[in-house]
């Protein structure tokens, strides 16, 4: 039986160009998820793997469908193999029932990993030189000093309670607690 994997980041991406594609691929079922892949507790992609028998073939659009990582990529092909089952990626043409595609599986895979490596490391670099410049990354504060101040003396002094303090300001709960 070939089963389909499909799986979109956050909750605006749409699925259908992956299960069109897994369709005409020949899945006779097709797992969706909504999760990011670097998760691994994803629960569709779970059940798939119970349900898994030998002689099944899991089909994904992209390999990073399944996986970001290379060691959670290897380990899940890996559970794949121990179930009888192969692993095809329509956009790579990798196919692991064949000795020709568990090396081009393994090939791509590294590749992949070191480019997420590499965009990770020119990432930090980045950080690091605007860091040297002055500037700072990050969400600016939610309340400016004057405004912490002011709320501590409405803990302290008027003795309002935090959440009341919260809704005044529009900030969390745990905003006026850092605060």
Do not use: C
């Not at 990050?138 to 009341?164: H, S, Y």
């Not at 005044?168 to 605060?179: D, E, G, W």
């Amino acid at each position: 039986m070939i089963l389909g994997y499909a799986r979109v980041s956050t909750e605006d991406q749409k699925l259908d160009a992956q299960t069109d594609a897994l369709t005409a691929a020949g899945a006779e079922r097709i797992f969706t998820e909504r999760s990011s892949g670097s998760v691994r507790n994803r629960p569709e992609l779970d059940r798939l793997l119970d349900q898994l028998r030998a002689g099944d073939v899991i089909v994904v659009t992209k390999y990073d469908r399944l996986a970001r990582s290379l060691r959670n990529l290897l380990e899940i092909v890996e559970a794949i193999a121990e179930r009888g089952a192969g692993f095809r990626s329509l956009a790579e043409d990798i196919d692991t029932t064949t000795p020709a595609g568990w090396l081009i599986f393994h090939v791509f895979a590294s590749i992949a990993q070191f480019e997420r490596e590499r965009i990770s490391e020119r990432t930090r670099e980045g950080l690091a030189a605007a860091k040297k410049r002055g500037r700072t990354g990050g969400r600016p504060p939610a309340l400016t000093e004057d405004q912490k101040i002011e709320v501590r003396r409405m803990r302290d002094v008027e003795r309002r309670p935090l959440p009341d303090i919260a809704a005044l300001f529009r900030v969390s709960t745990k905003t006026v607690r850092r605060a």
